[in-house]
């Protein structure tokens, strides 16, 4: 039997190179950054050097970057800062969309409870934003837009650059979660003008537990632990500098090899839609051609994603759903109900996300398993049955 990793969008198998480039920060210049002694300054010496080289992958300077516990630490701190910054001057809302990680999500909420009035857009059949409909919805009161790079369950890739310009052009600033993106497409923060952005090793082989939230050095930002003066006095405690050294050789090398990796990824992503859109009373989620190399992400009408996710473990294959049973509820995923995917739909969805050594026969395998397991499941499903005997209407045809 096959063993296939297809759940990338959720973590990563750490690289070589990010565990090299650990170890000796965990053997050898294991000293406290803020100390003064020899290891302690190499060790400073190397963060700085990190950051440099992060800065340079992202186009933005050194002190805009700050070094973070991962993505969701990074969206909280640049949504809270926003918001602070904003509230200062008597501006309360927020440009966001419905589909943002919960990390965005909840943060947004939990500001609405303050007082702050959040416009959520539409994102359409497909997940895309409309820079037009962003223009739109920005008023003299708004303080910052927040649009995800790219969708981490459904793959599409916002028009990012575009939506930098509309905000530029209003001053307004404008923060991306760029999670699903950073190491996969290219990015550059300037040219696109982004003003500030998340990111997160586990998502690019680097390890878990660190990532980065660029702000461009006009936009002050909040600390959200308090104690020492580390990352200029933006994130209090001792840096994690094995963690930032695996990270940036990571991002190093996924931007070094960016090119070749999506081609061979986005070819054996496009074979394996291909065969699952065989599967009838099927559909893709998300945008064809604006969507990360390693996503495919589908519905199946008639079944479970749970089950479904159960039956292709016994296969080998790792792979996630959108609906959050885990989260002992019974909702399915808000990102396949934001771009209309009926309720009895959304249940039913599939996310695989495929790693660089993805192979074709692999696809094959992925493909194959994906029918068996869709067929048994709607064999024994009560659903299934409504539909075929007509009881029922099928909404995917
Ligand atoms: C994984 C992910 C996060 C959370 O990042 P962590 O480092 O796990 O906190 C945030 N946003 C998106 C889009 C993600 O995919």
């Not at 969805?349 to 660089?356: D, I």
């Amino acid at each position: 039997m096959m063993q296939i990793y297809a759940d990338n969008a959720a973590t990563t198998k750490m690289s070589r190179t990010a565990i090299d480039a650990m170890l000796p920060y965990m053997e050898r210049t294991y000293g406290n950054p803020s100390s003064l002694y020899r290891i302690g300054q190499e060790a400073a010496e190397a963060l700085q050097d990190a950051r440099c080289r992060i800065a340079a992958l992202l186009g933005c300077e050194p002190r805009e970057i700050t070094f973070t516990s991962g993505g969701s630490e990074a969206d909280n701190q640049a949504i809270v800062s926003a918001a602070r910054n904003g509230a200062r001057r008597g501006k309360k809302h927020i440009v966001s969309t419905a589909f943002e990680h919960h990390a965005v999500l909840h943060t947004l909420k939990k500001l609405e409870k303050e007082g702050f009035d959040v416009t959520y857009l539409d994102v359409h059949a497909t997940g895309l934003v409309s820079p037009e409909e962003v223009r739109a919805a920005l008023r003299p009161d708004t303080c910052l837009v927040t649009i995800m790079y790219a969708n981490n369950e459904i793959g599409t890739i916002e028009p990012i650059p575009e939506i930098g310009l509309v905000c530029q052009e209003a001053g307004i600033p404008f923060h991306t979660d760029a999670v699903q993106a950073a190491g996969h497409v290219p990015i550059h923060v300037k040219a696109q003008h982004i003003d500030m952005l998340s990111l997160s090793a586990h998502k690019f082989h680097g390890p878990k537990g660190v990532g980065v939230l660029y702000a461009r050095k006009s936009l002050p930002l909040v600390s959200l632990i308090e104690g020492g003066a580390q990352e200029r006095g933006r994130r209090a405690g001792t840096e994690n500098v094995p963690a930032i050294m695996g990270m940036t050789a990571a991002l190093e090398e996924a931007c070094a090899h960016m090119a070749e990796n999506a081609a061979h990824v986005t070819a054996m992503r496009d074979q394996l839609i291909a065969g699952l859109s065989r599967i009838p009373h099927s559909a893709l989620n998300g945008d064809v051609t604006h969507r990360l190399p390693g996503n495919v992400s589908f519905c199946f009408e008639g079944i479970e994603g749970e089950s479904l996710i159960l039956y292709l473990d016994d296969k080998g294959i790792s792979s996630s759903s959108g609906s959050a049973c885990t989260s002992g509820s019974l909702d399915p995923s808000h990102v396949l109900l934001a771009i209309g995917r009926p309720h009895q739909v959304a249940h039913g969805s599939l996310r695989l996300s495929l790693g660089e050594d993805i192979t074709a026969e692999e696809v094959d395998y992925l493909v194959r398993s994906v029918a068996e397991v869709v067929q048994r499941l709607r064999d024994m499903s009560p659903m299934w049955r409504d539909l075929v005997s007509g009881k029922k209407e099928f909404v995917l045809k």
